[in-house]
């Protein structure tokens, strides 16, 4: 595992020490580790909506109608 010194401002390490303080967590590390693992899934979720947002700006416009559009997203869920 690799090792890092980072430093905090004083509110953030507050913050960080209650979370340890309150059995949250046993450590800064174990948090840190946690809040970069939150942070990596919701970057991965809002790059999937990009794509799906490039994606249907590429294919243009539509006649189909409403019901046909929840249809069809219903379907490829």
Same mark, same amino acid.
């Given at each position: 595992?690799?090792?890092?010194?980072?430093?905090?401002?004083?509110?953030?390490?507050? %913050?960080? #020490? *209650?979370?340890?303080?309150?059995? $949250?967590? /046993?450590?800064?590390?174990?948090?840190?580790?946690?809040? +970069? =693992?939150?942070?990596?899934?919701?970057?991965?979720?809002?790059? %999937?909506? #990009? *794509?799906?947002?490039?994606?249907? $700006?590429? /294919?243009?416009?539509?006649?189909?109608?409403?019901?046909? +559009? =929840?249809?069809?997203?219903?379907?490829?869920?």
């Amino acid at each position: 595992m690799a090792r890092q010194s980072i430093s905090f401002t004083n509110p953030n390490d507050e %913050w960080l #020490k *209650a979370q340890v303080d309150s059995q $949250e967590y /046993s450590s800064k590390s174990e948090l840190i580790n946690d809040l +970069i =693992r939150q942070a990596r899934k919701a970057q991965a979720q809002i790059d %999937w909506i #990009k *794509a799906k947002l490039e994606q249907a $700006e590429k /294919s243009g416009f539509t006649k189909d109608s409403k019901e046909e +559009i =929840r249809h069809l997203a219903k379907k490829t869920n």
